[in-house]
């Protein structure tokens, strides 16, 4: 099937209205999302989510994939005369090749996730409040690299869609699970009584088990991790089975959000397992 390329002659054509402004919108409340550049438009089009058109500027279209094509199953790709028209639309300097326009849908919220999941044993990563895009970029960029079974978000958590979070996961938010908490701690206190989910918490506490003694049972399990200023909130770790820590050396006193999930997610799958 060969690609649908519709060209556009004016800057001012409705058709570039989903593309207008993307620095000055978060896109949050509104049912779009934009992904950049050619890997993460292919992330969109290999995904459970809706591909609306794409754009990209004339000579841009040689350097799809030929993947694309079959893909797009004949959804419209606009494209403009220069480059630089793609920058004024979007109100950015444009880079990544290619812009495309997905649509998004209803999320499920953390107790629908378990009911879709199962008992199978996994492992779930859980943020109450993250408020940077791209540490969530990153956060989904390690669950997707290493097999999460999910990312559940907390009411305060930024958007997952946002351009800049999209980006930085490399197209992780489109290949994880995400599921949008109503109320988490009911939602927690709730799957505690009714699962075999295990809950973790990550923080500093001297009480907590070093990540590197730690051995695994072979179970479902859910991992919090705090907001990137203030760590876990003491009401979501008393939620929690067990407090987990990263050994780290003296005078460091945090990590990189998007890097502790990676360093948890990798460990753990490493983990020799105990039924004890």
């Given amino acids: 099937m060969p690609l649908n390329i519709v060209p556009i002659g004016s800057l001012d054509d409705s058709r570039l209205t989903p593309y ?59 494209t403009l005369h220069r ?3 793609i920058s004024q639309i979007a109100g950015f300097p444009f880079h990544q090749g290619i812009l495309a326009l997905g649509r998004r849908k209803p999320l499920p919220d953390f107790l629908q996730g378990m009911r879709q999941w199962g008992s199978d044993p996994g492992t779930w990563i859980i943020l109450p409040n993250a408020t940077k895009p791209d540490n969530l970029g990153l956060v989904f960029r390690s669950a997707a690299a290493l097999g ?27 290949q994880v699970p995400i599921f949008q908490a109503r109320n988490l701690r009911r939602e927690i206190t709730a799957l505690r009584k009714t699962s075999a989910l295990h809950f973790y918490a990550t923080l500093l506490d001297a009480n907590a088990v070093n990540l590197s003694s730690f051995q695994r049972r072979p179970e479902q ?56």
Avoid at 151 to 168: I, T, Y
Avoid at 239 to 252: E, F, G, H, R, W
Wanted: charged letters at 25%.
């Fill in 20 to 78: 207008r402004n993307l620095r000055e919108r978060t896109l949050r409340g509104e049912s779009a999302f934009i992904a950049e550049g050619h890997l993460v438009a292919e992330r969109l089009l290999d995904s459970t989510f809706e591909t609306e058109s794409l754009l990209t500027w004339s000579e841009g279209v040689a350097n799809f994939p030929s993947s694309f094509a079959a893909k797009l199953k004949g959804k419209p790709v606009f």
């Fill in 221 to 276: 399990v859910a991992i919090l991790f705090g907001n990137e200023y203030s760590g876990l909130d003491p009401e979501d770790a008393a939620l929690c089975d067990l407090k987990l820590t990263i050994p780290m050396a003296p005078n460091v006193d945090s990590l990189n959000l998007g890097v502790s999930v990676g360093i948890f997610l990798y460990v753990l799958r490493l983990l020799p397992t105990s039924t004890q």
């Fill in 148 to 174: 999460a079974s999910g990312v559940v978000l907390g009411e305060r958590c930024c958007d997952p869609f946002s351009r800049r979070a999209l980006r930085v996961s490399m197209g992780g938010v489109l």
């Fill in 83 to 85: 480059k630089e028209d």
